[in-house]
């Protein structure tokens, strides 16, 4: 069975860390993109990072650069998001997304399988 789990998330204080993971089991997950998406109480989906299926080029949200990091690790089949100086606003579930293209997109509709997603809380 194809799958992406999300993992990692939880509640933290504002300016905390947290670092999430999105595991792919029944394909490997070293040959495609990986966009990570979230999505808050009330309002859309919206994009926050995104790694080729290299791993030679990443791009972030303007709201995320500078504190969250996407990389991949293909020993453990998995792509993580390290979230630093967390802020209250970036409380919300994440999911972690791919497509069979292998396109690296921040368009939430260029990816066709995603993960159940795990949530994040920002709080004091």
């Known amino acids: 069975q194809l799958q992406l789990v999300e993992s990692g998330g939880g509640l933290v204080q504002p300016g905390g860390s947290l670092r999430l993971s999105c595991v792919a089991s029944?394909?490997?997950?070293?040959?495609?993109?990986i966009g990570w998406f979230r999505q808050a109480p009330g309002k859309e989906r919206e994009f926050v990072a995104a790694?080729?299926?290299?791993?030679?080029?990443?791009t972030y949200a303007d709201s995320v650069k500078g504190r969250f990091t996407i990389s991949r690790d293909n020993a453990k089949n998995s792509v993580d998001l390290q979230m630093n100086s967390l802020k209250p606003e970036d409380t919300a579930i994440y999911f972690c997304?791919?497509?069979?293209?292998?396109?690296?997109?921040?368009?939430?509709?260029?990816?066709?399988?995603w993960g159940q997603g795990t949530q994040v809380t920002v709080s004091s």
């Open positions: 997304a791919t497509n069979t293209a292998r396109i690296m997109s921040t368009n939430g509709r260029l990816y066709d399988f």
């Open positions: 790694v080729t299926w290299s791993g030679d080029s990443a």
């Open positions: 029944g394909f490997t997950l070293e040959y495609y993109a």
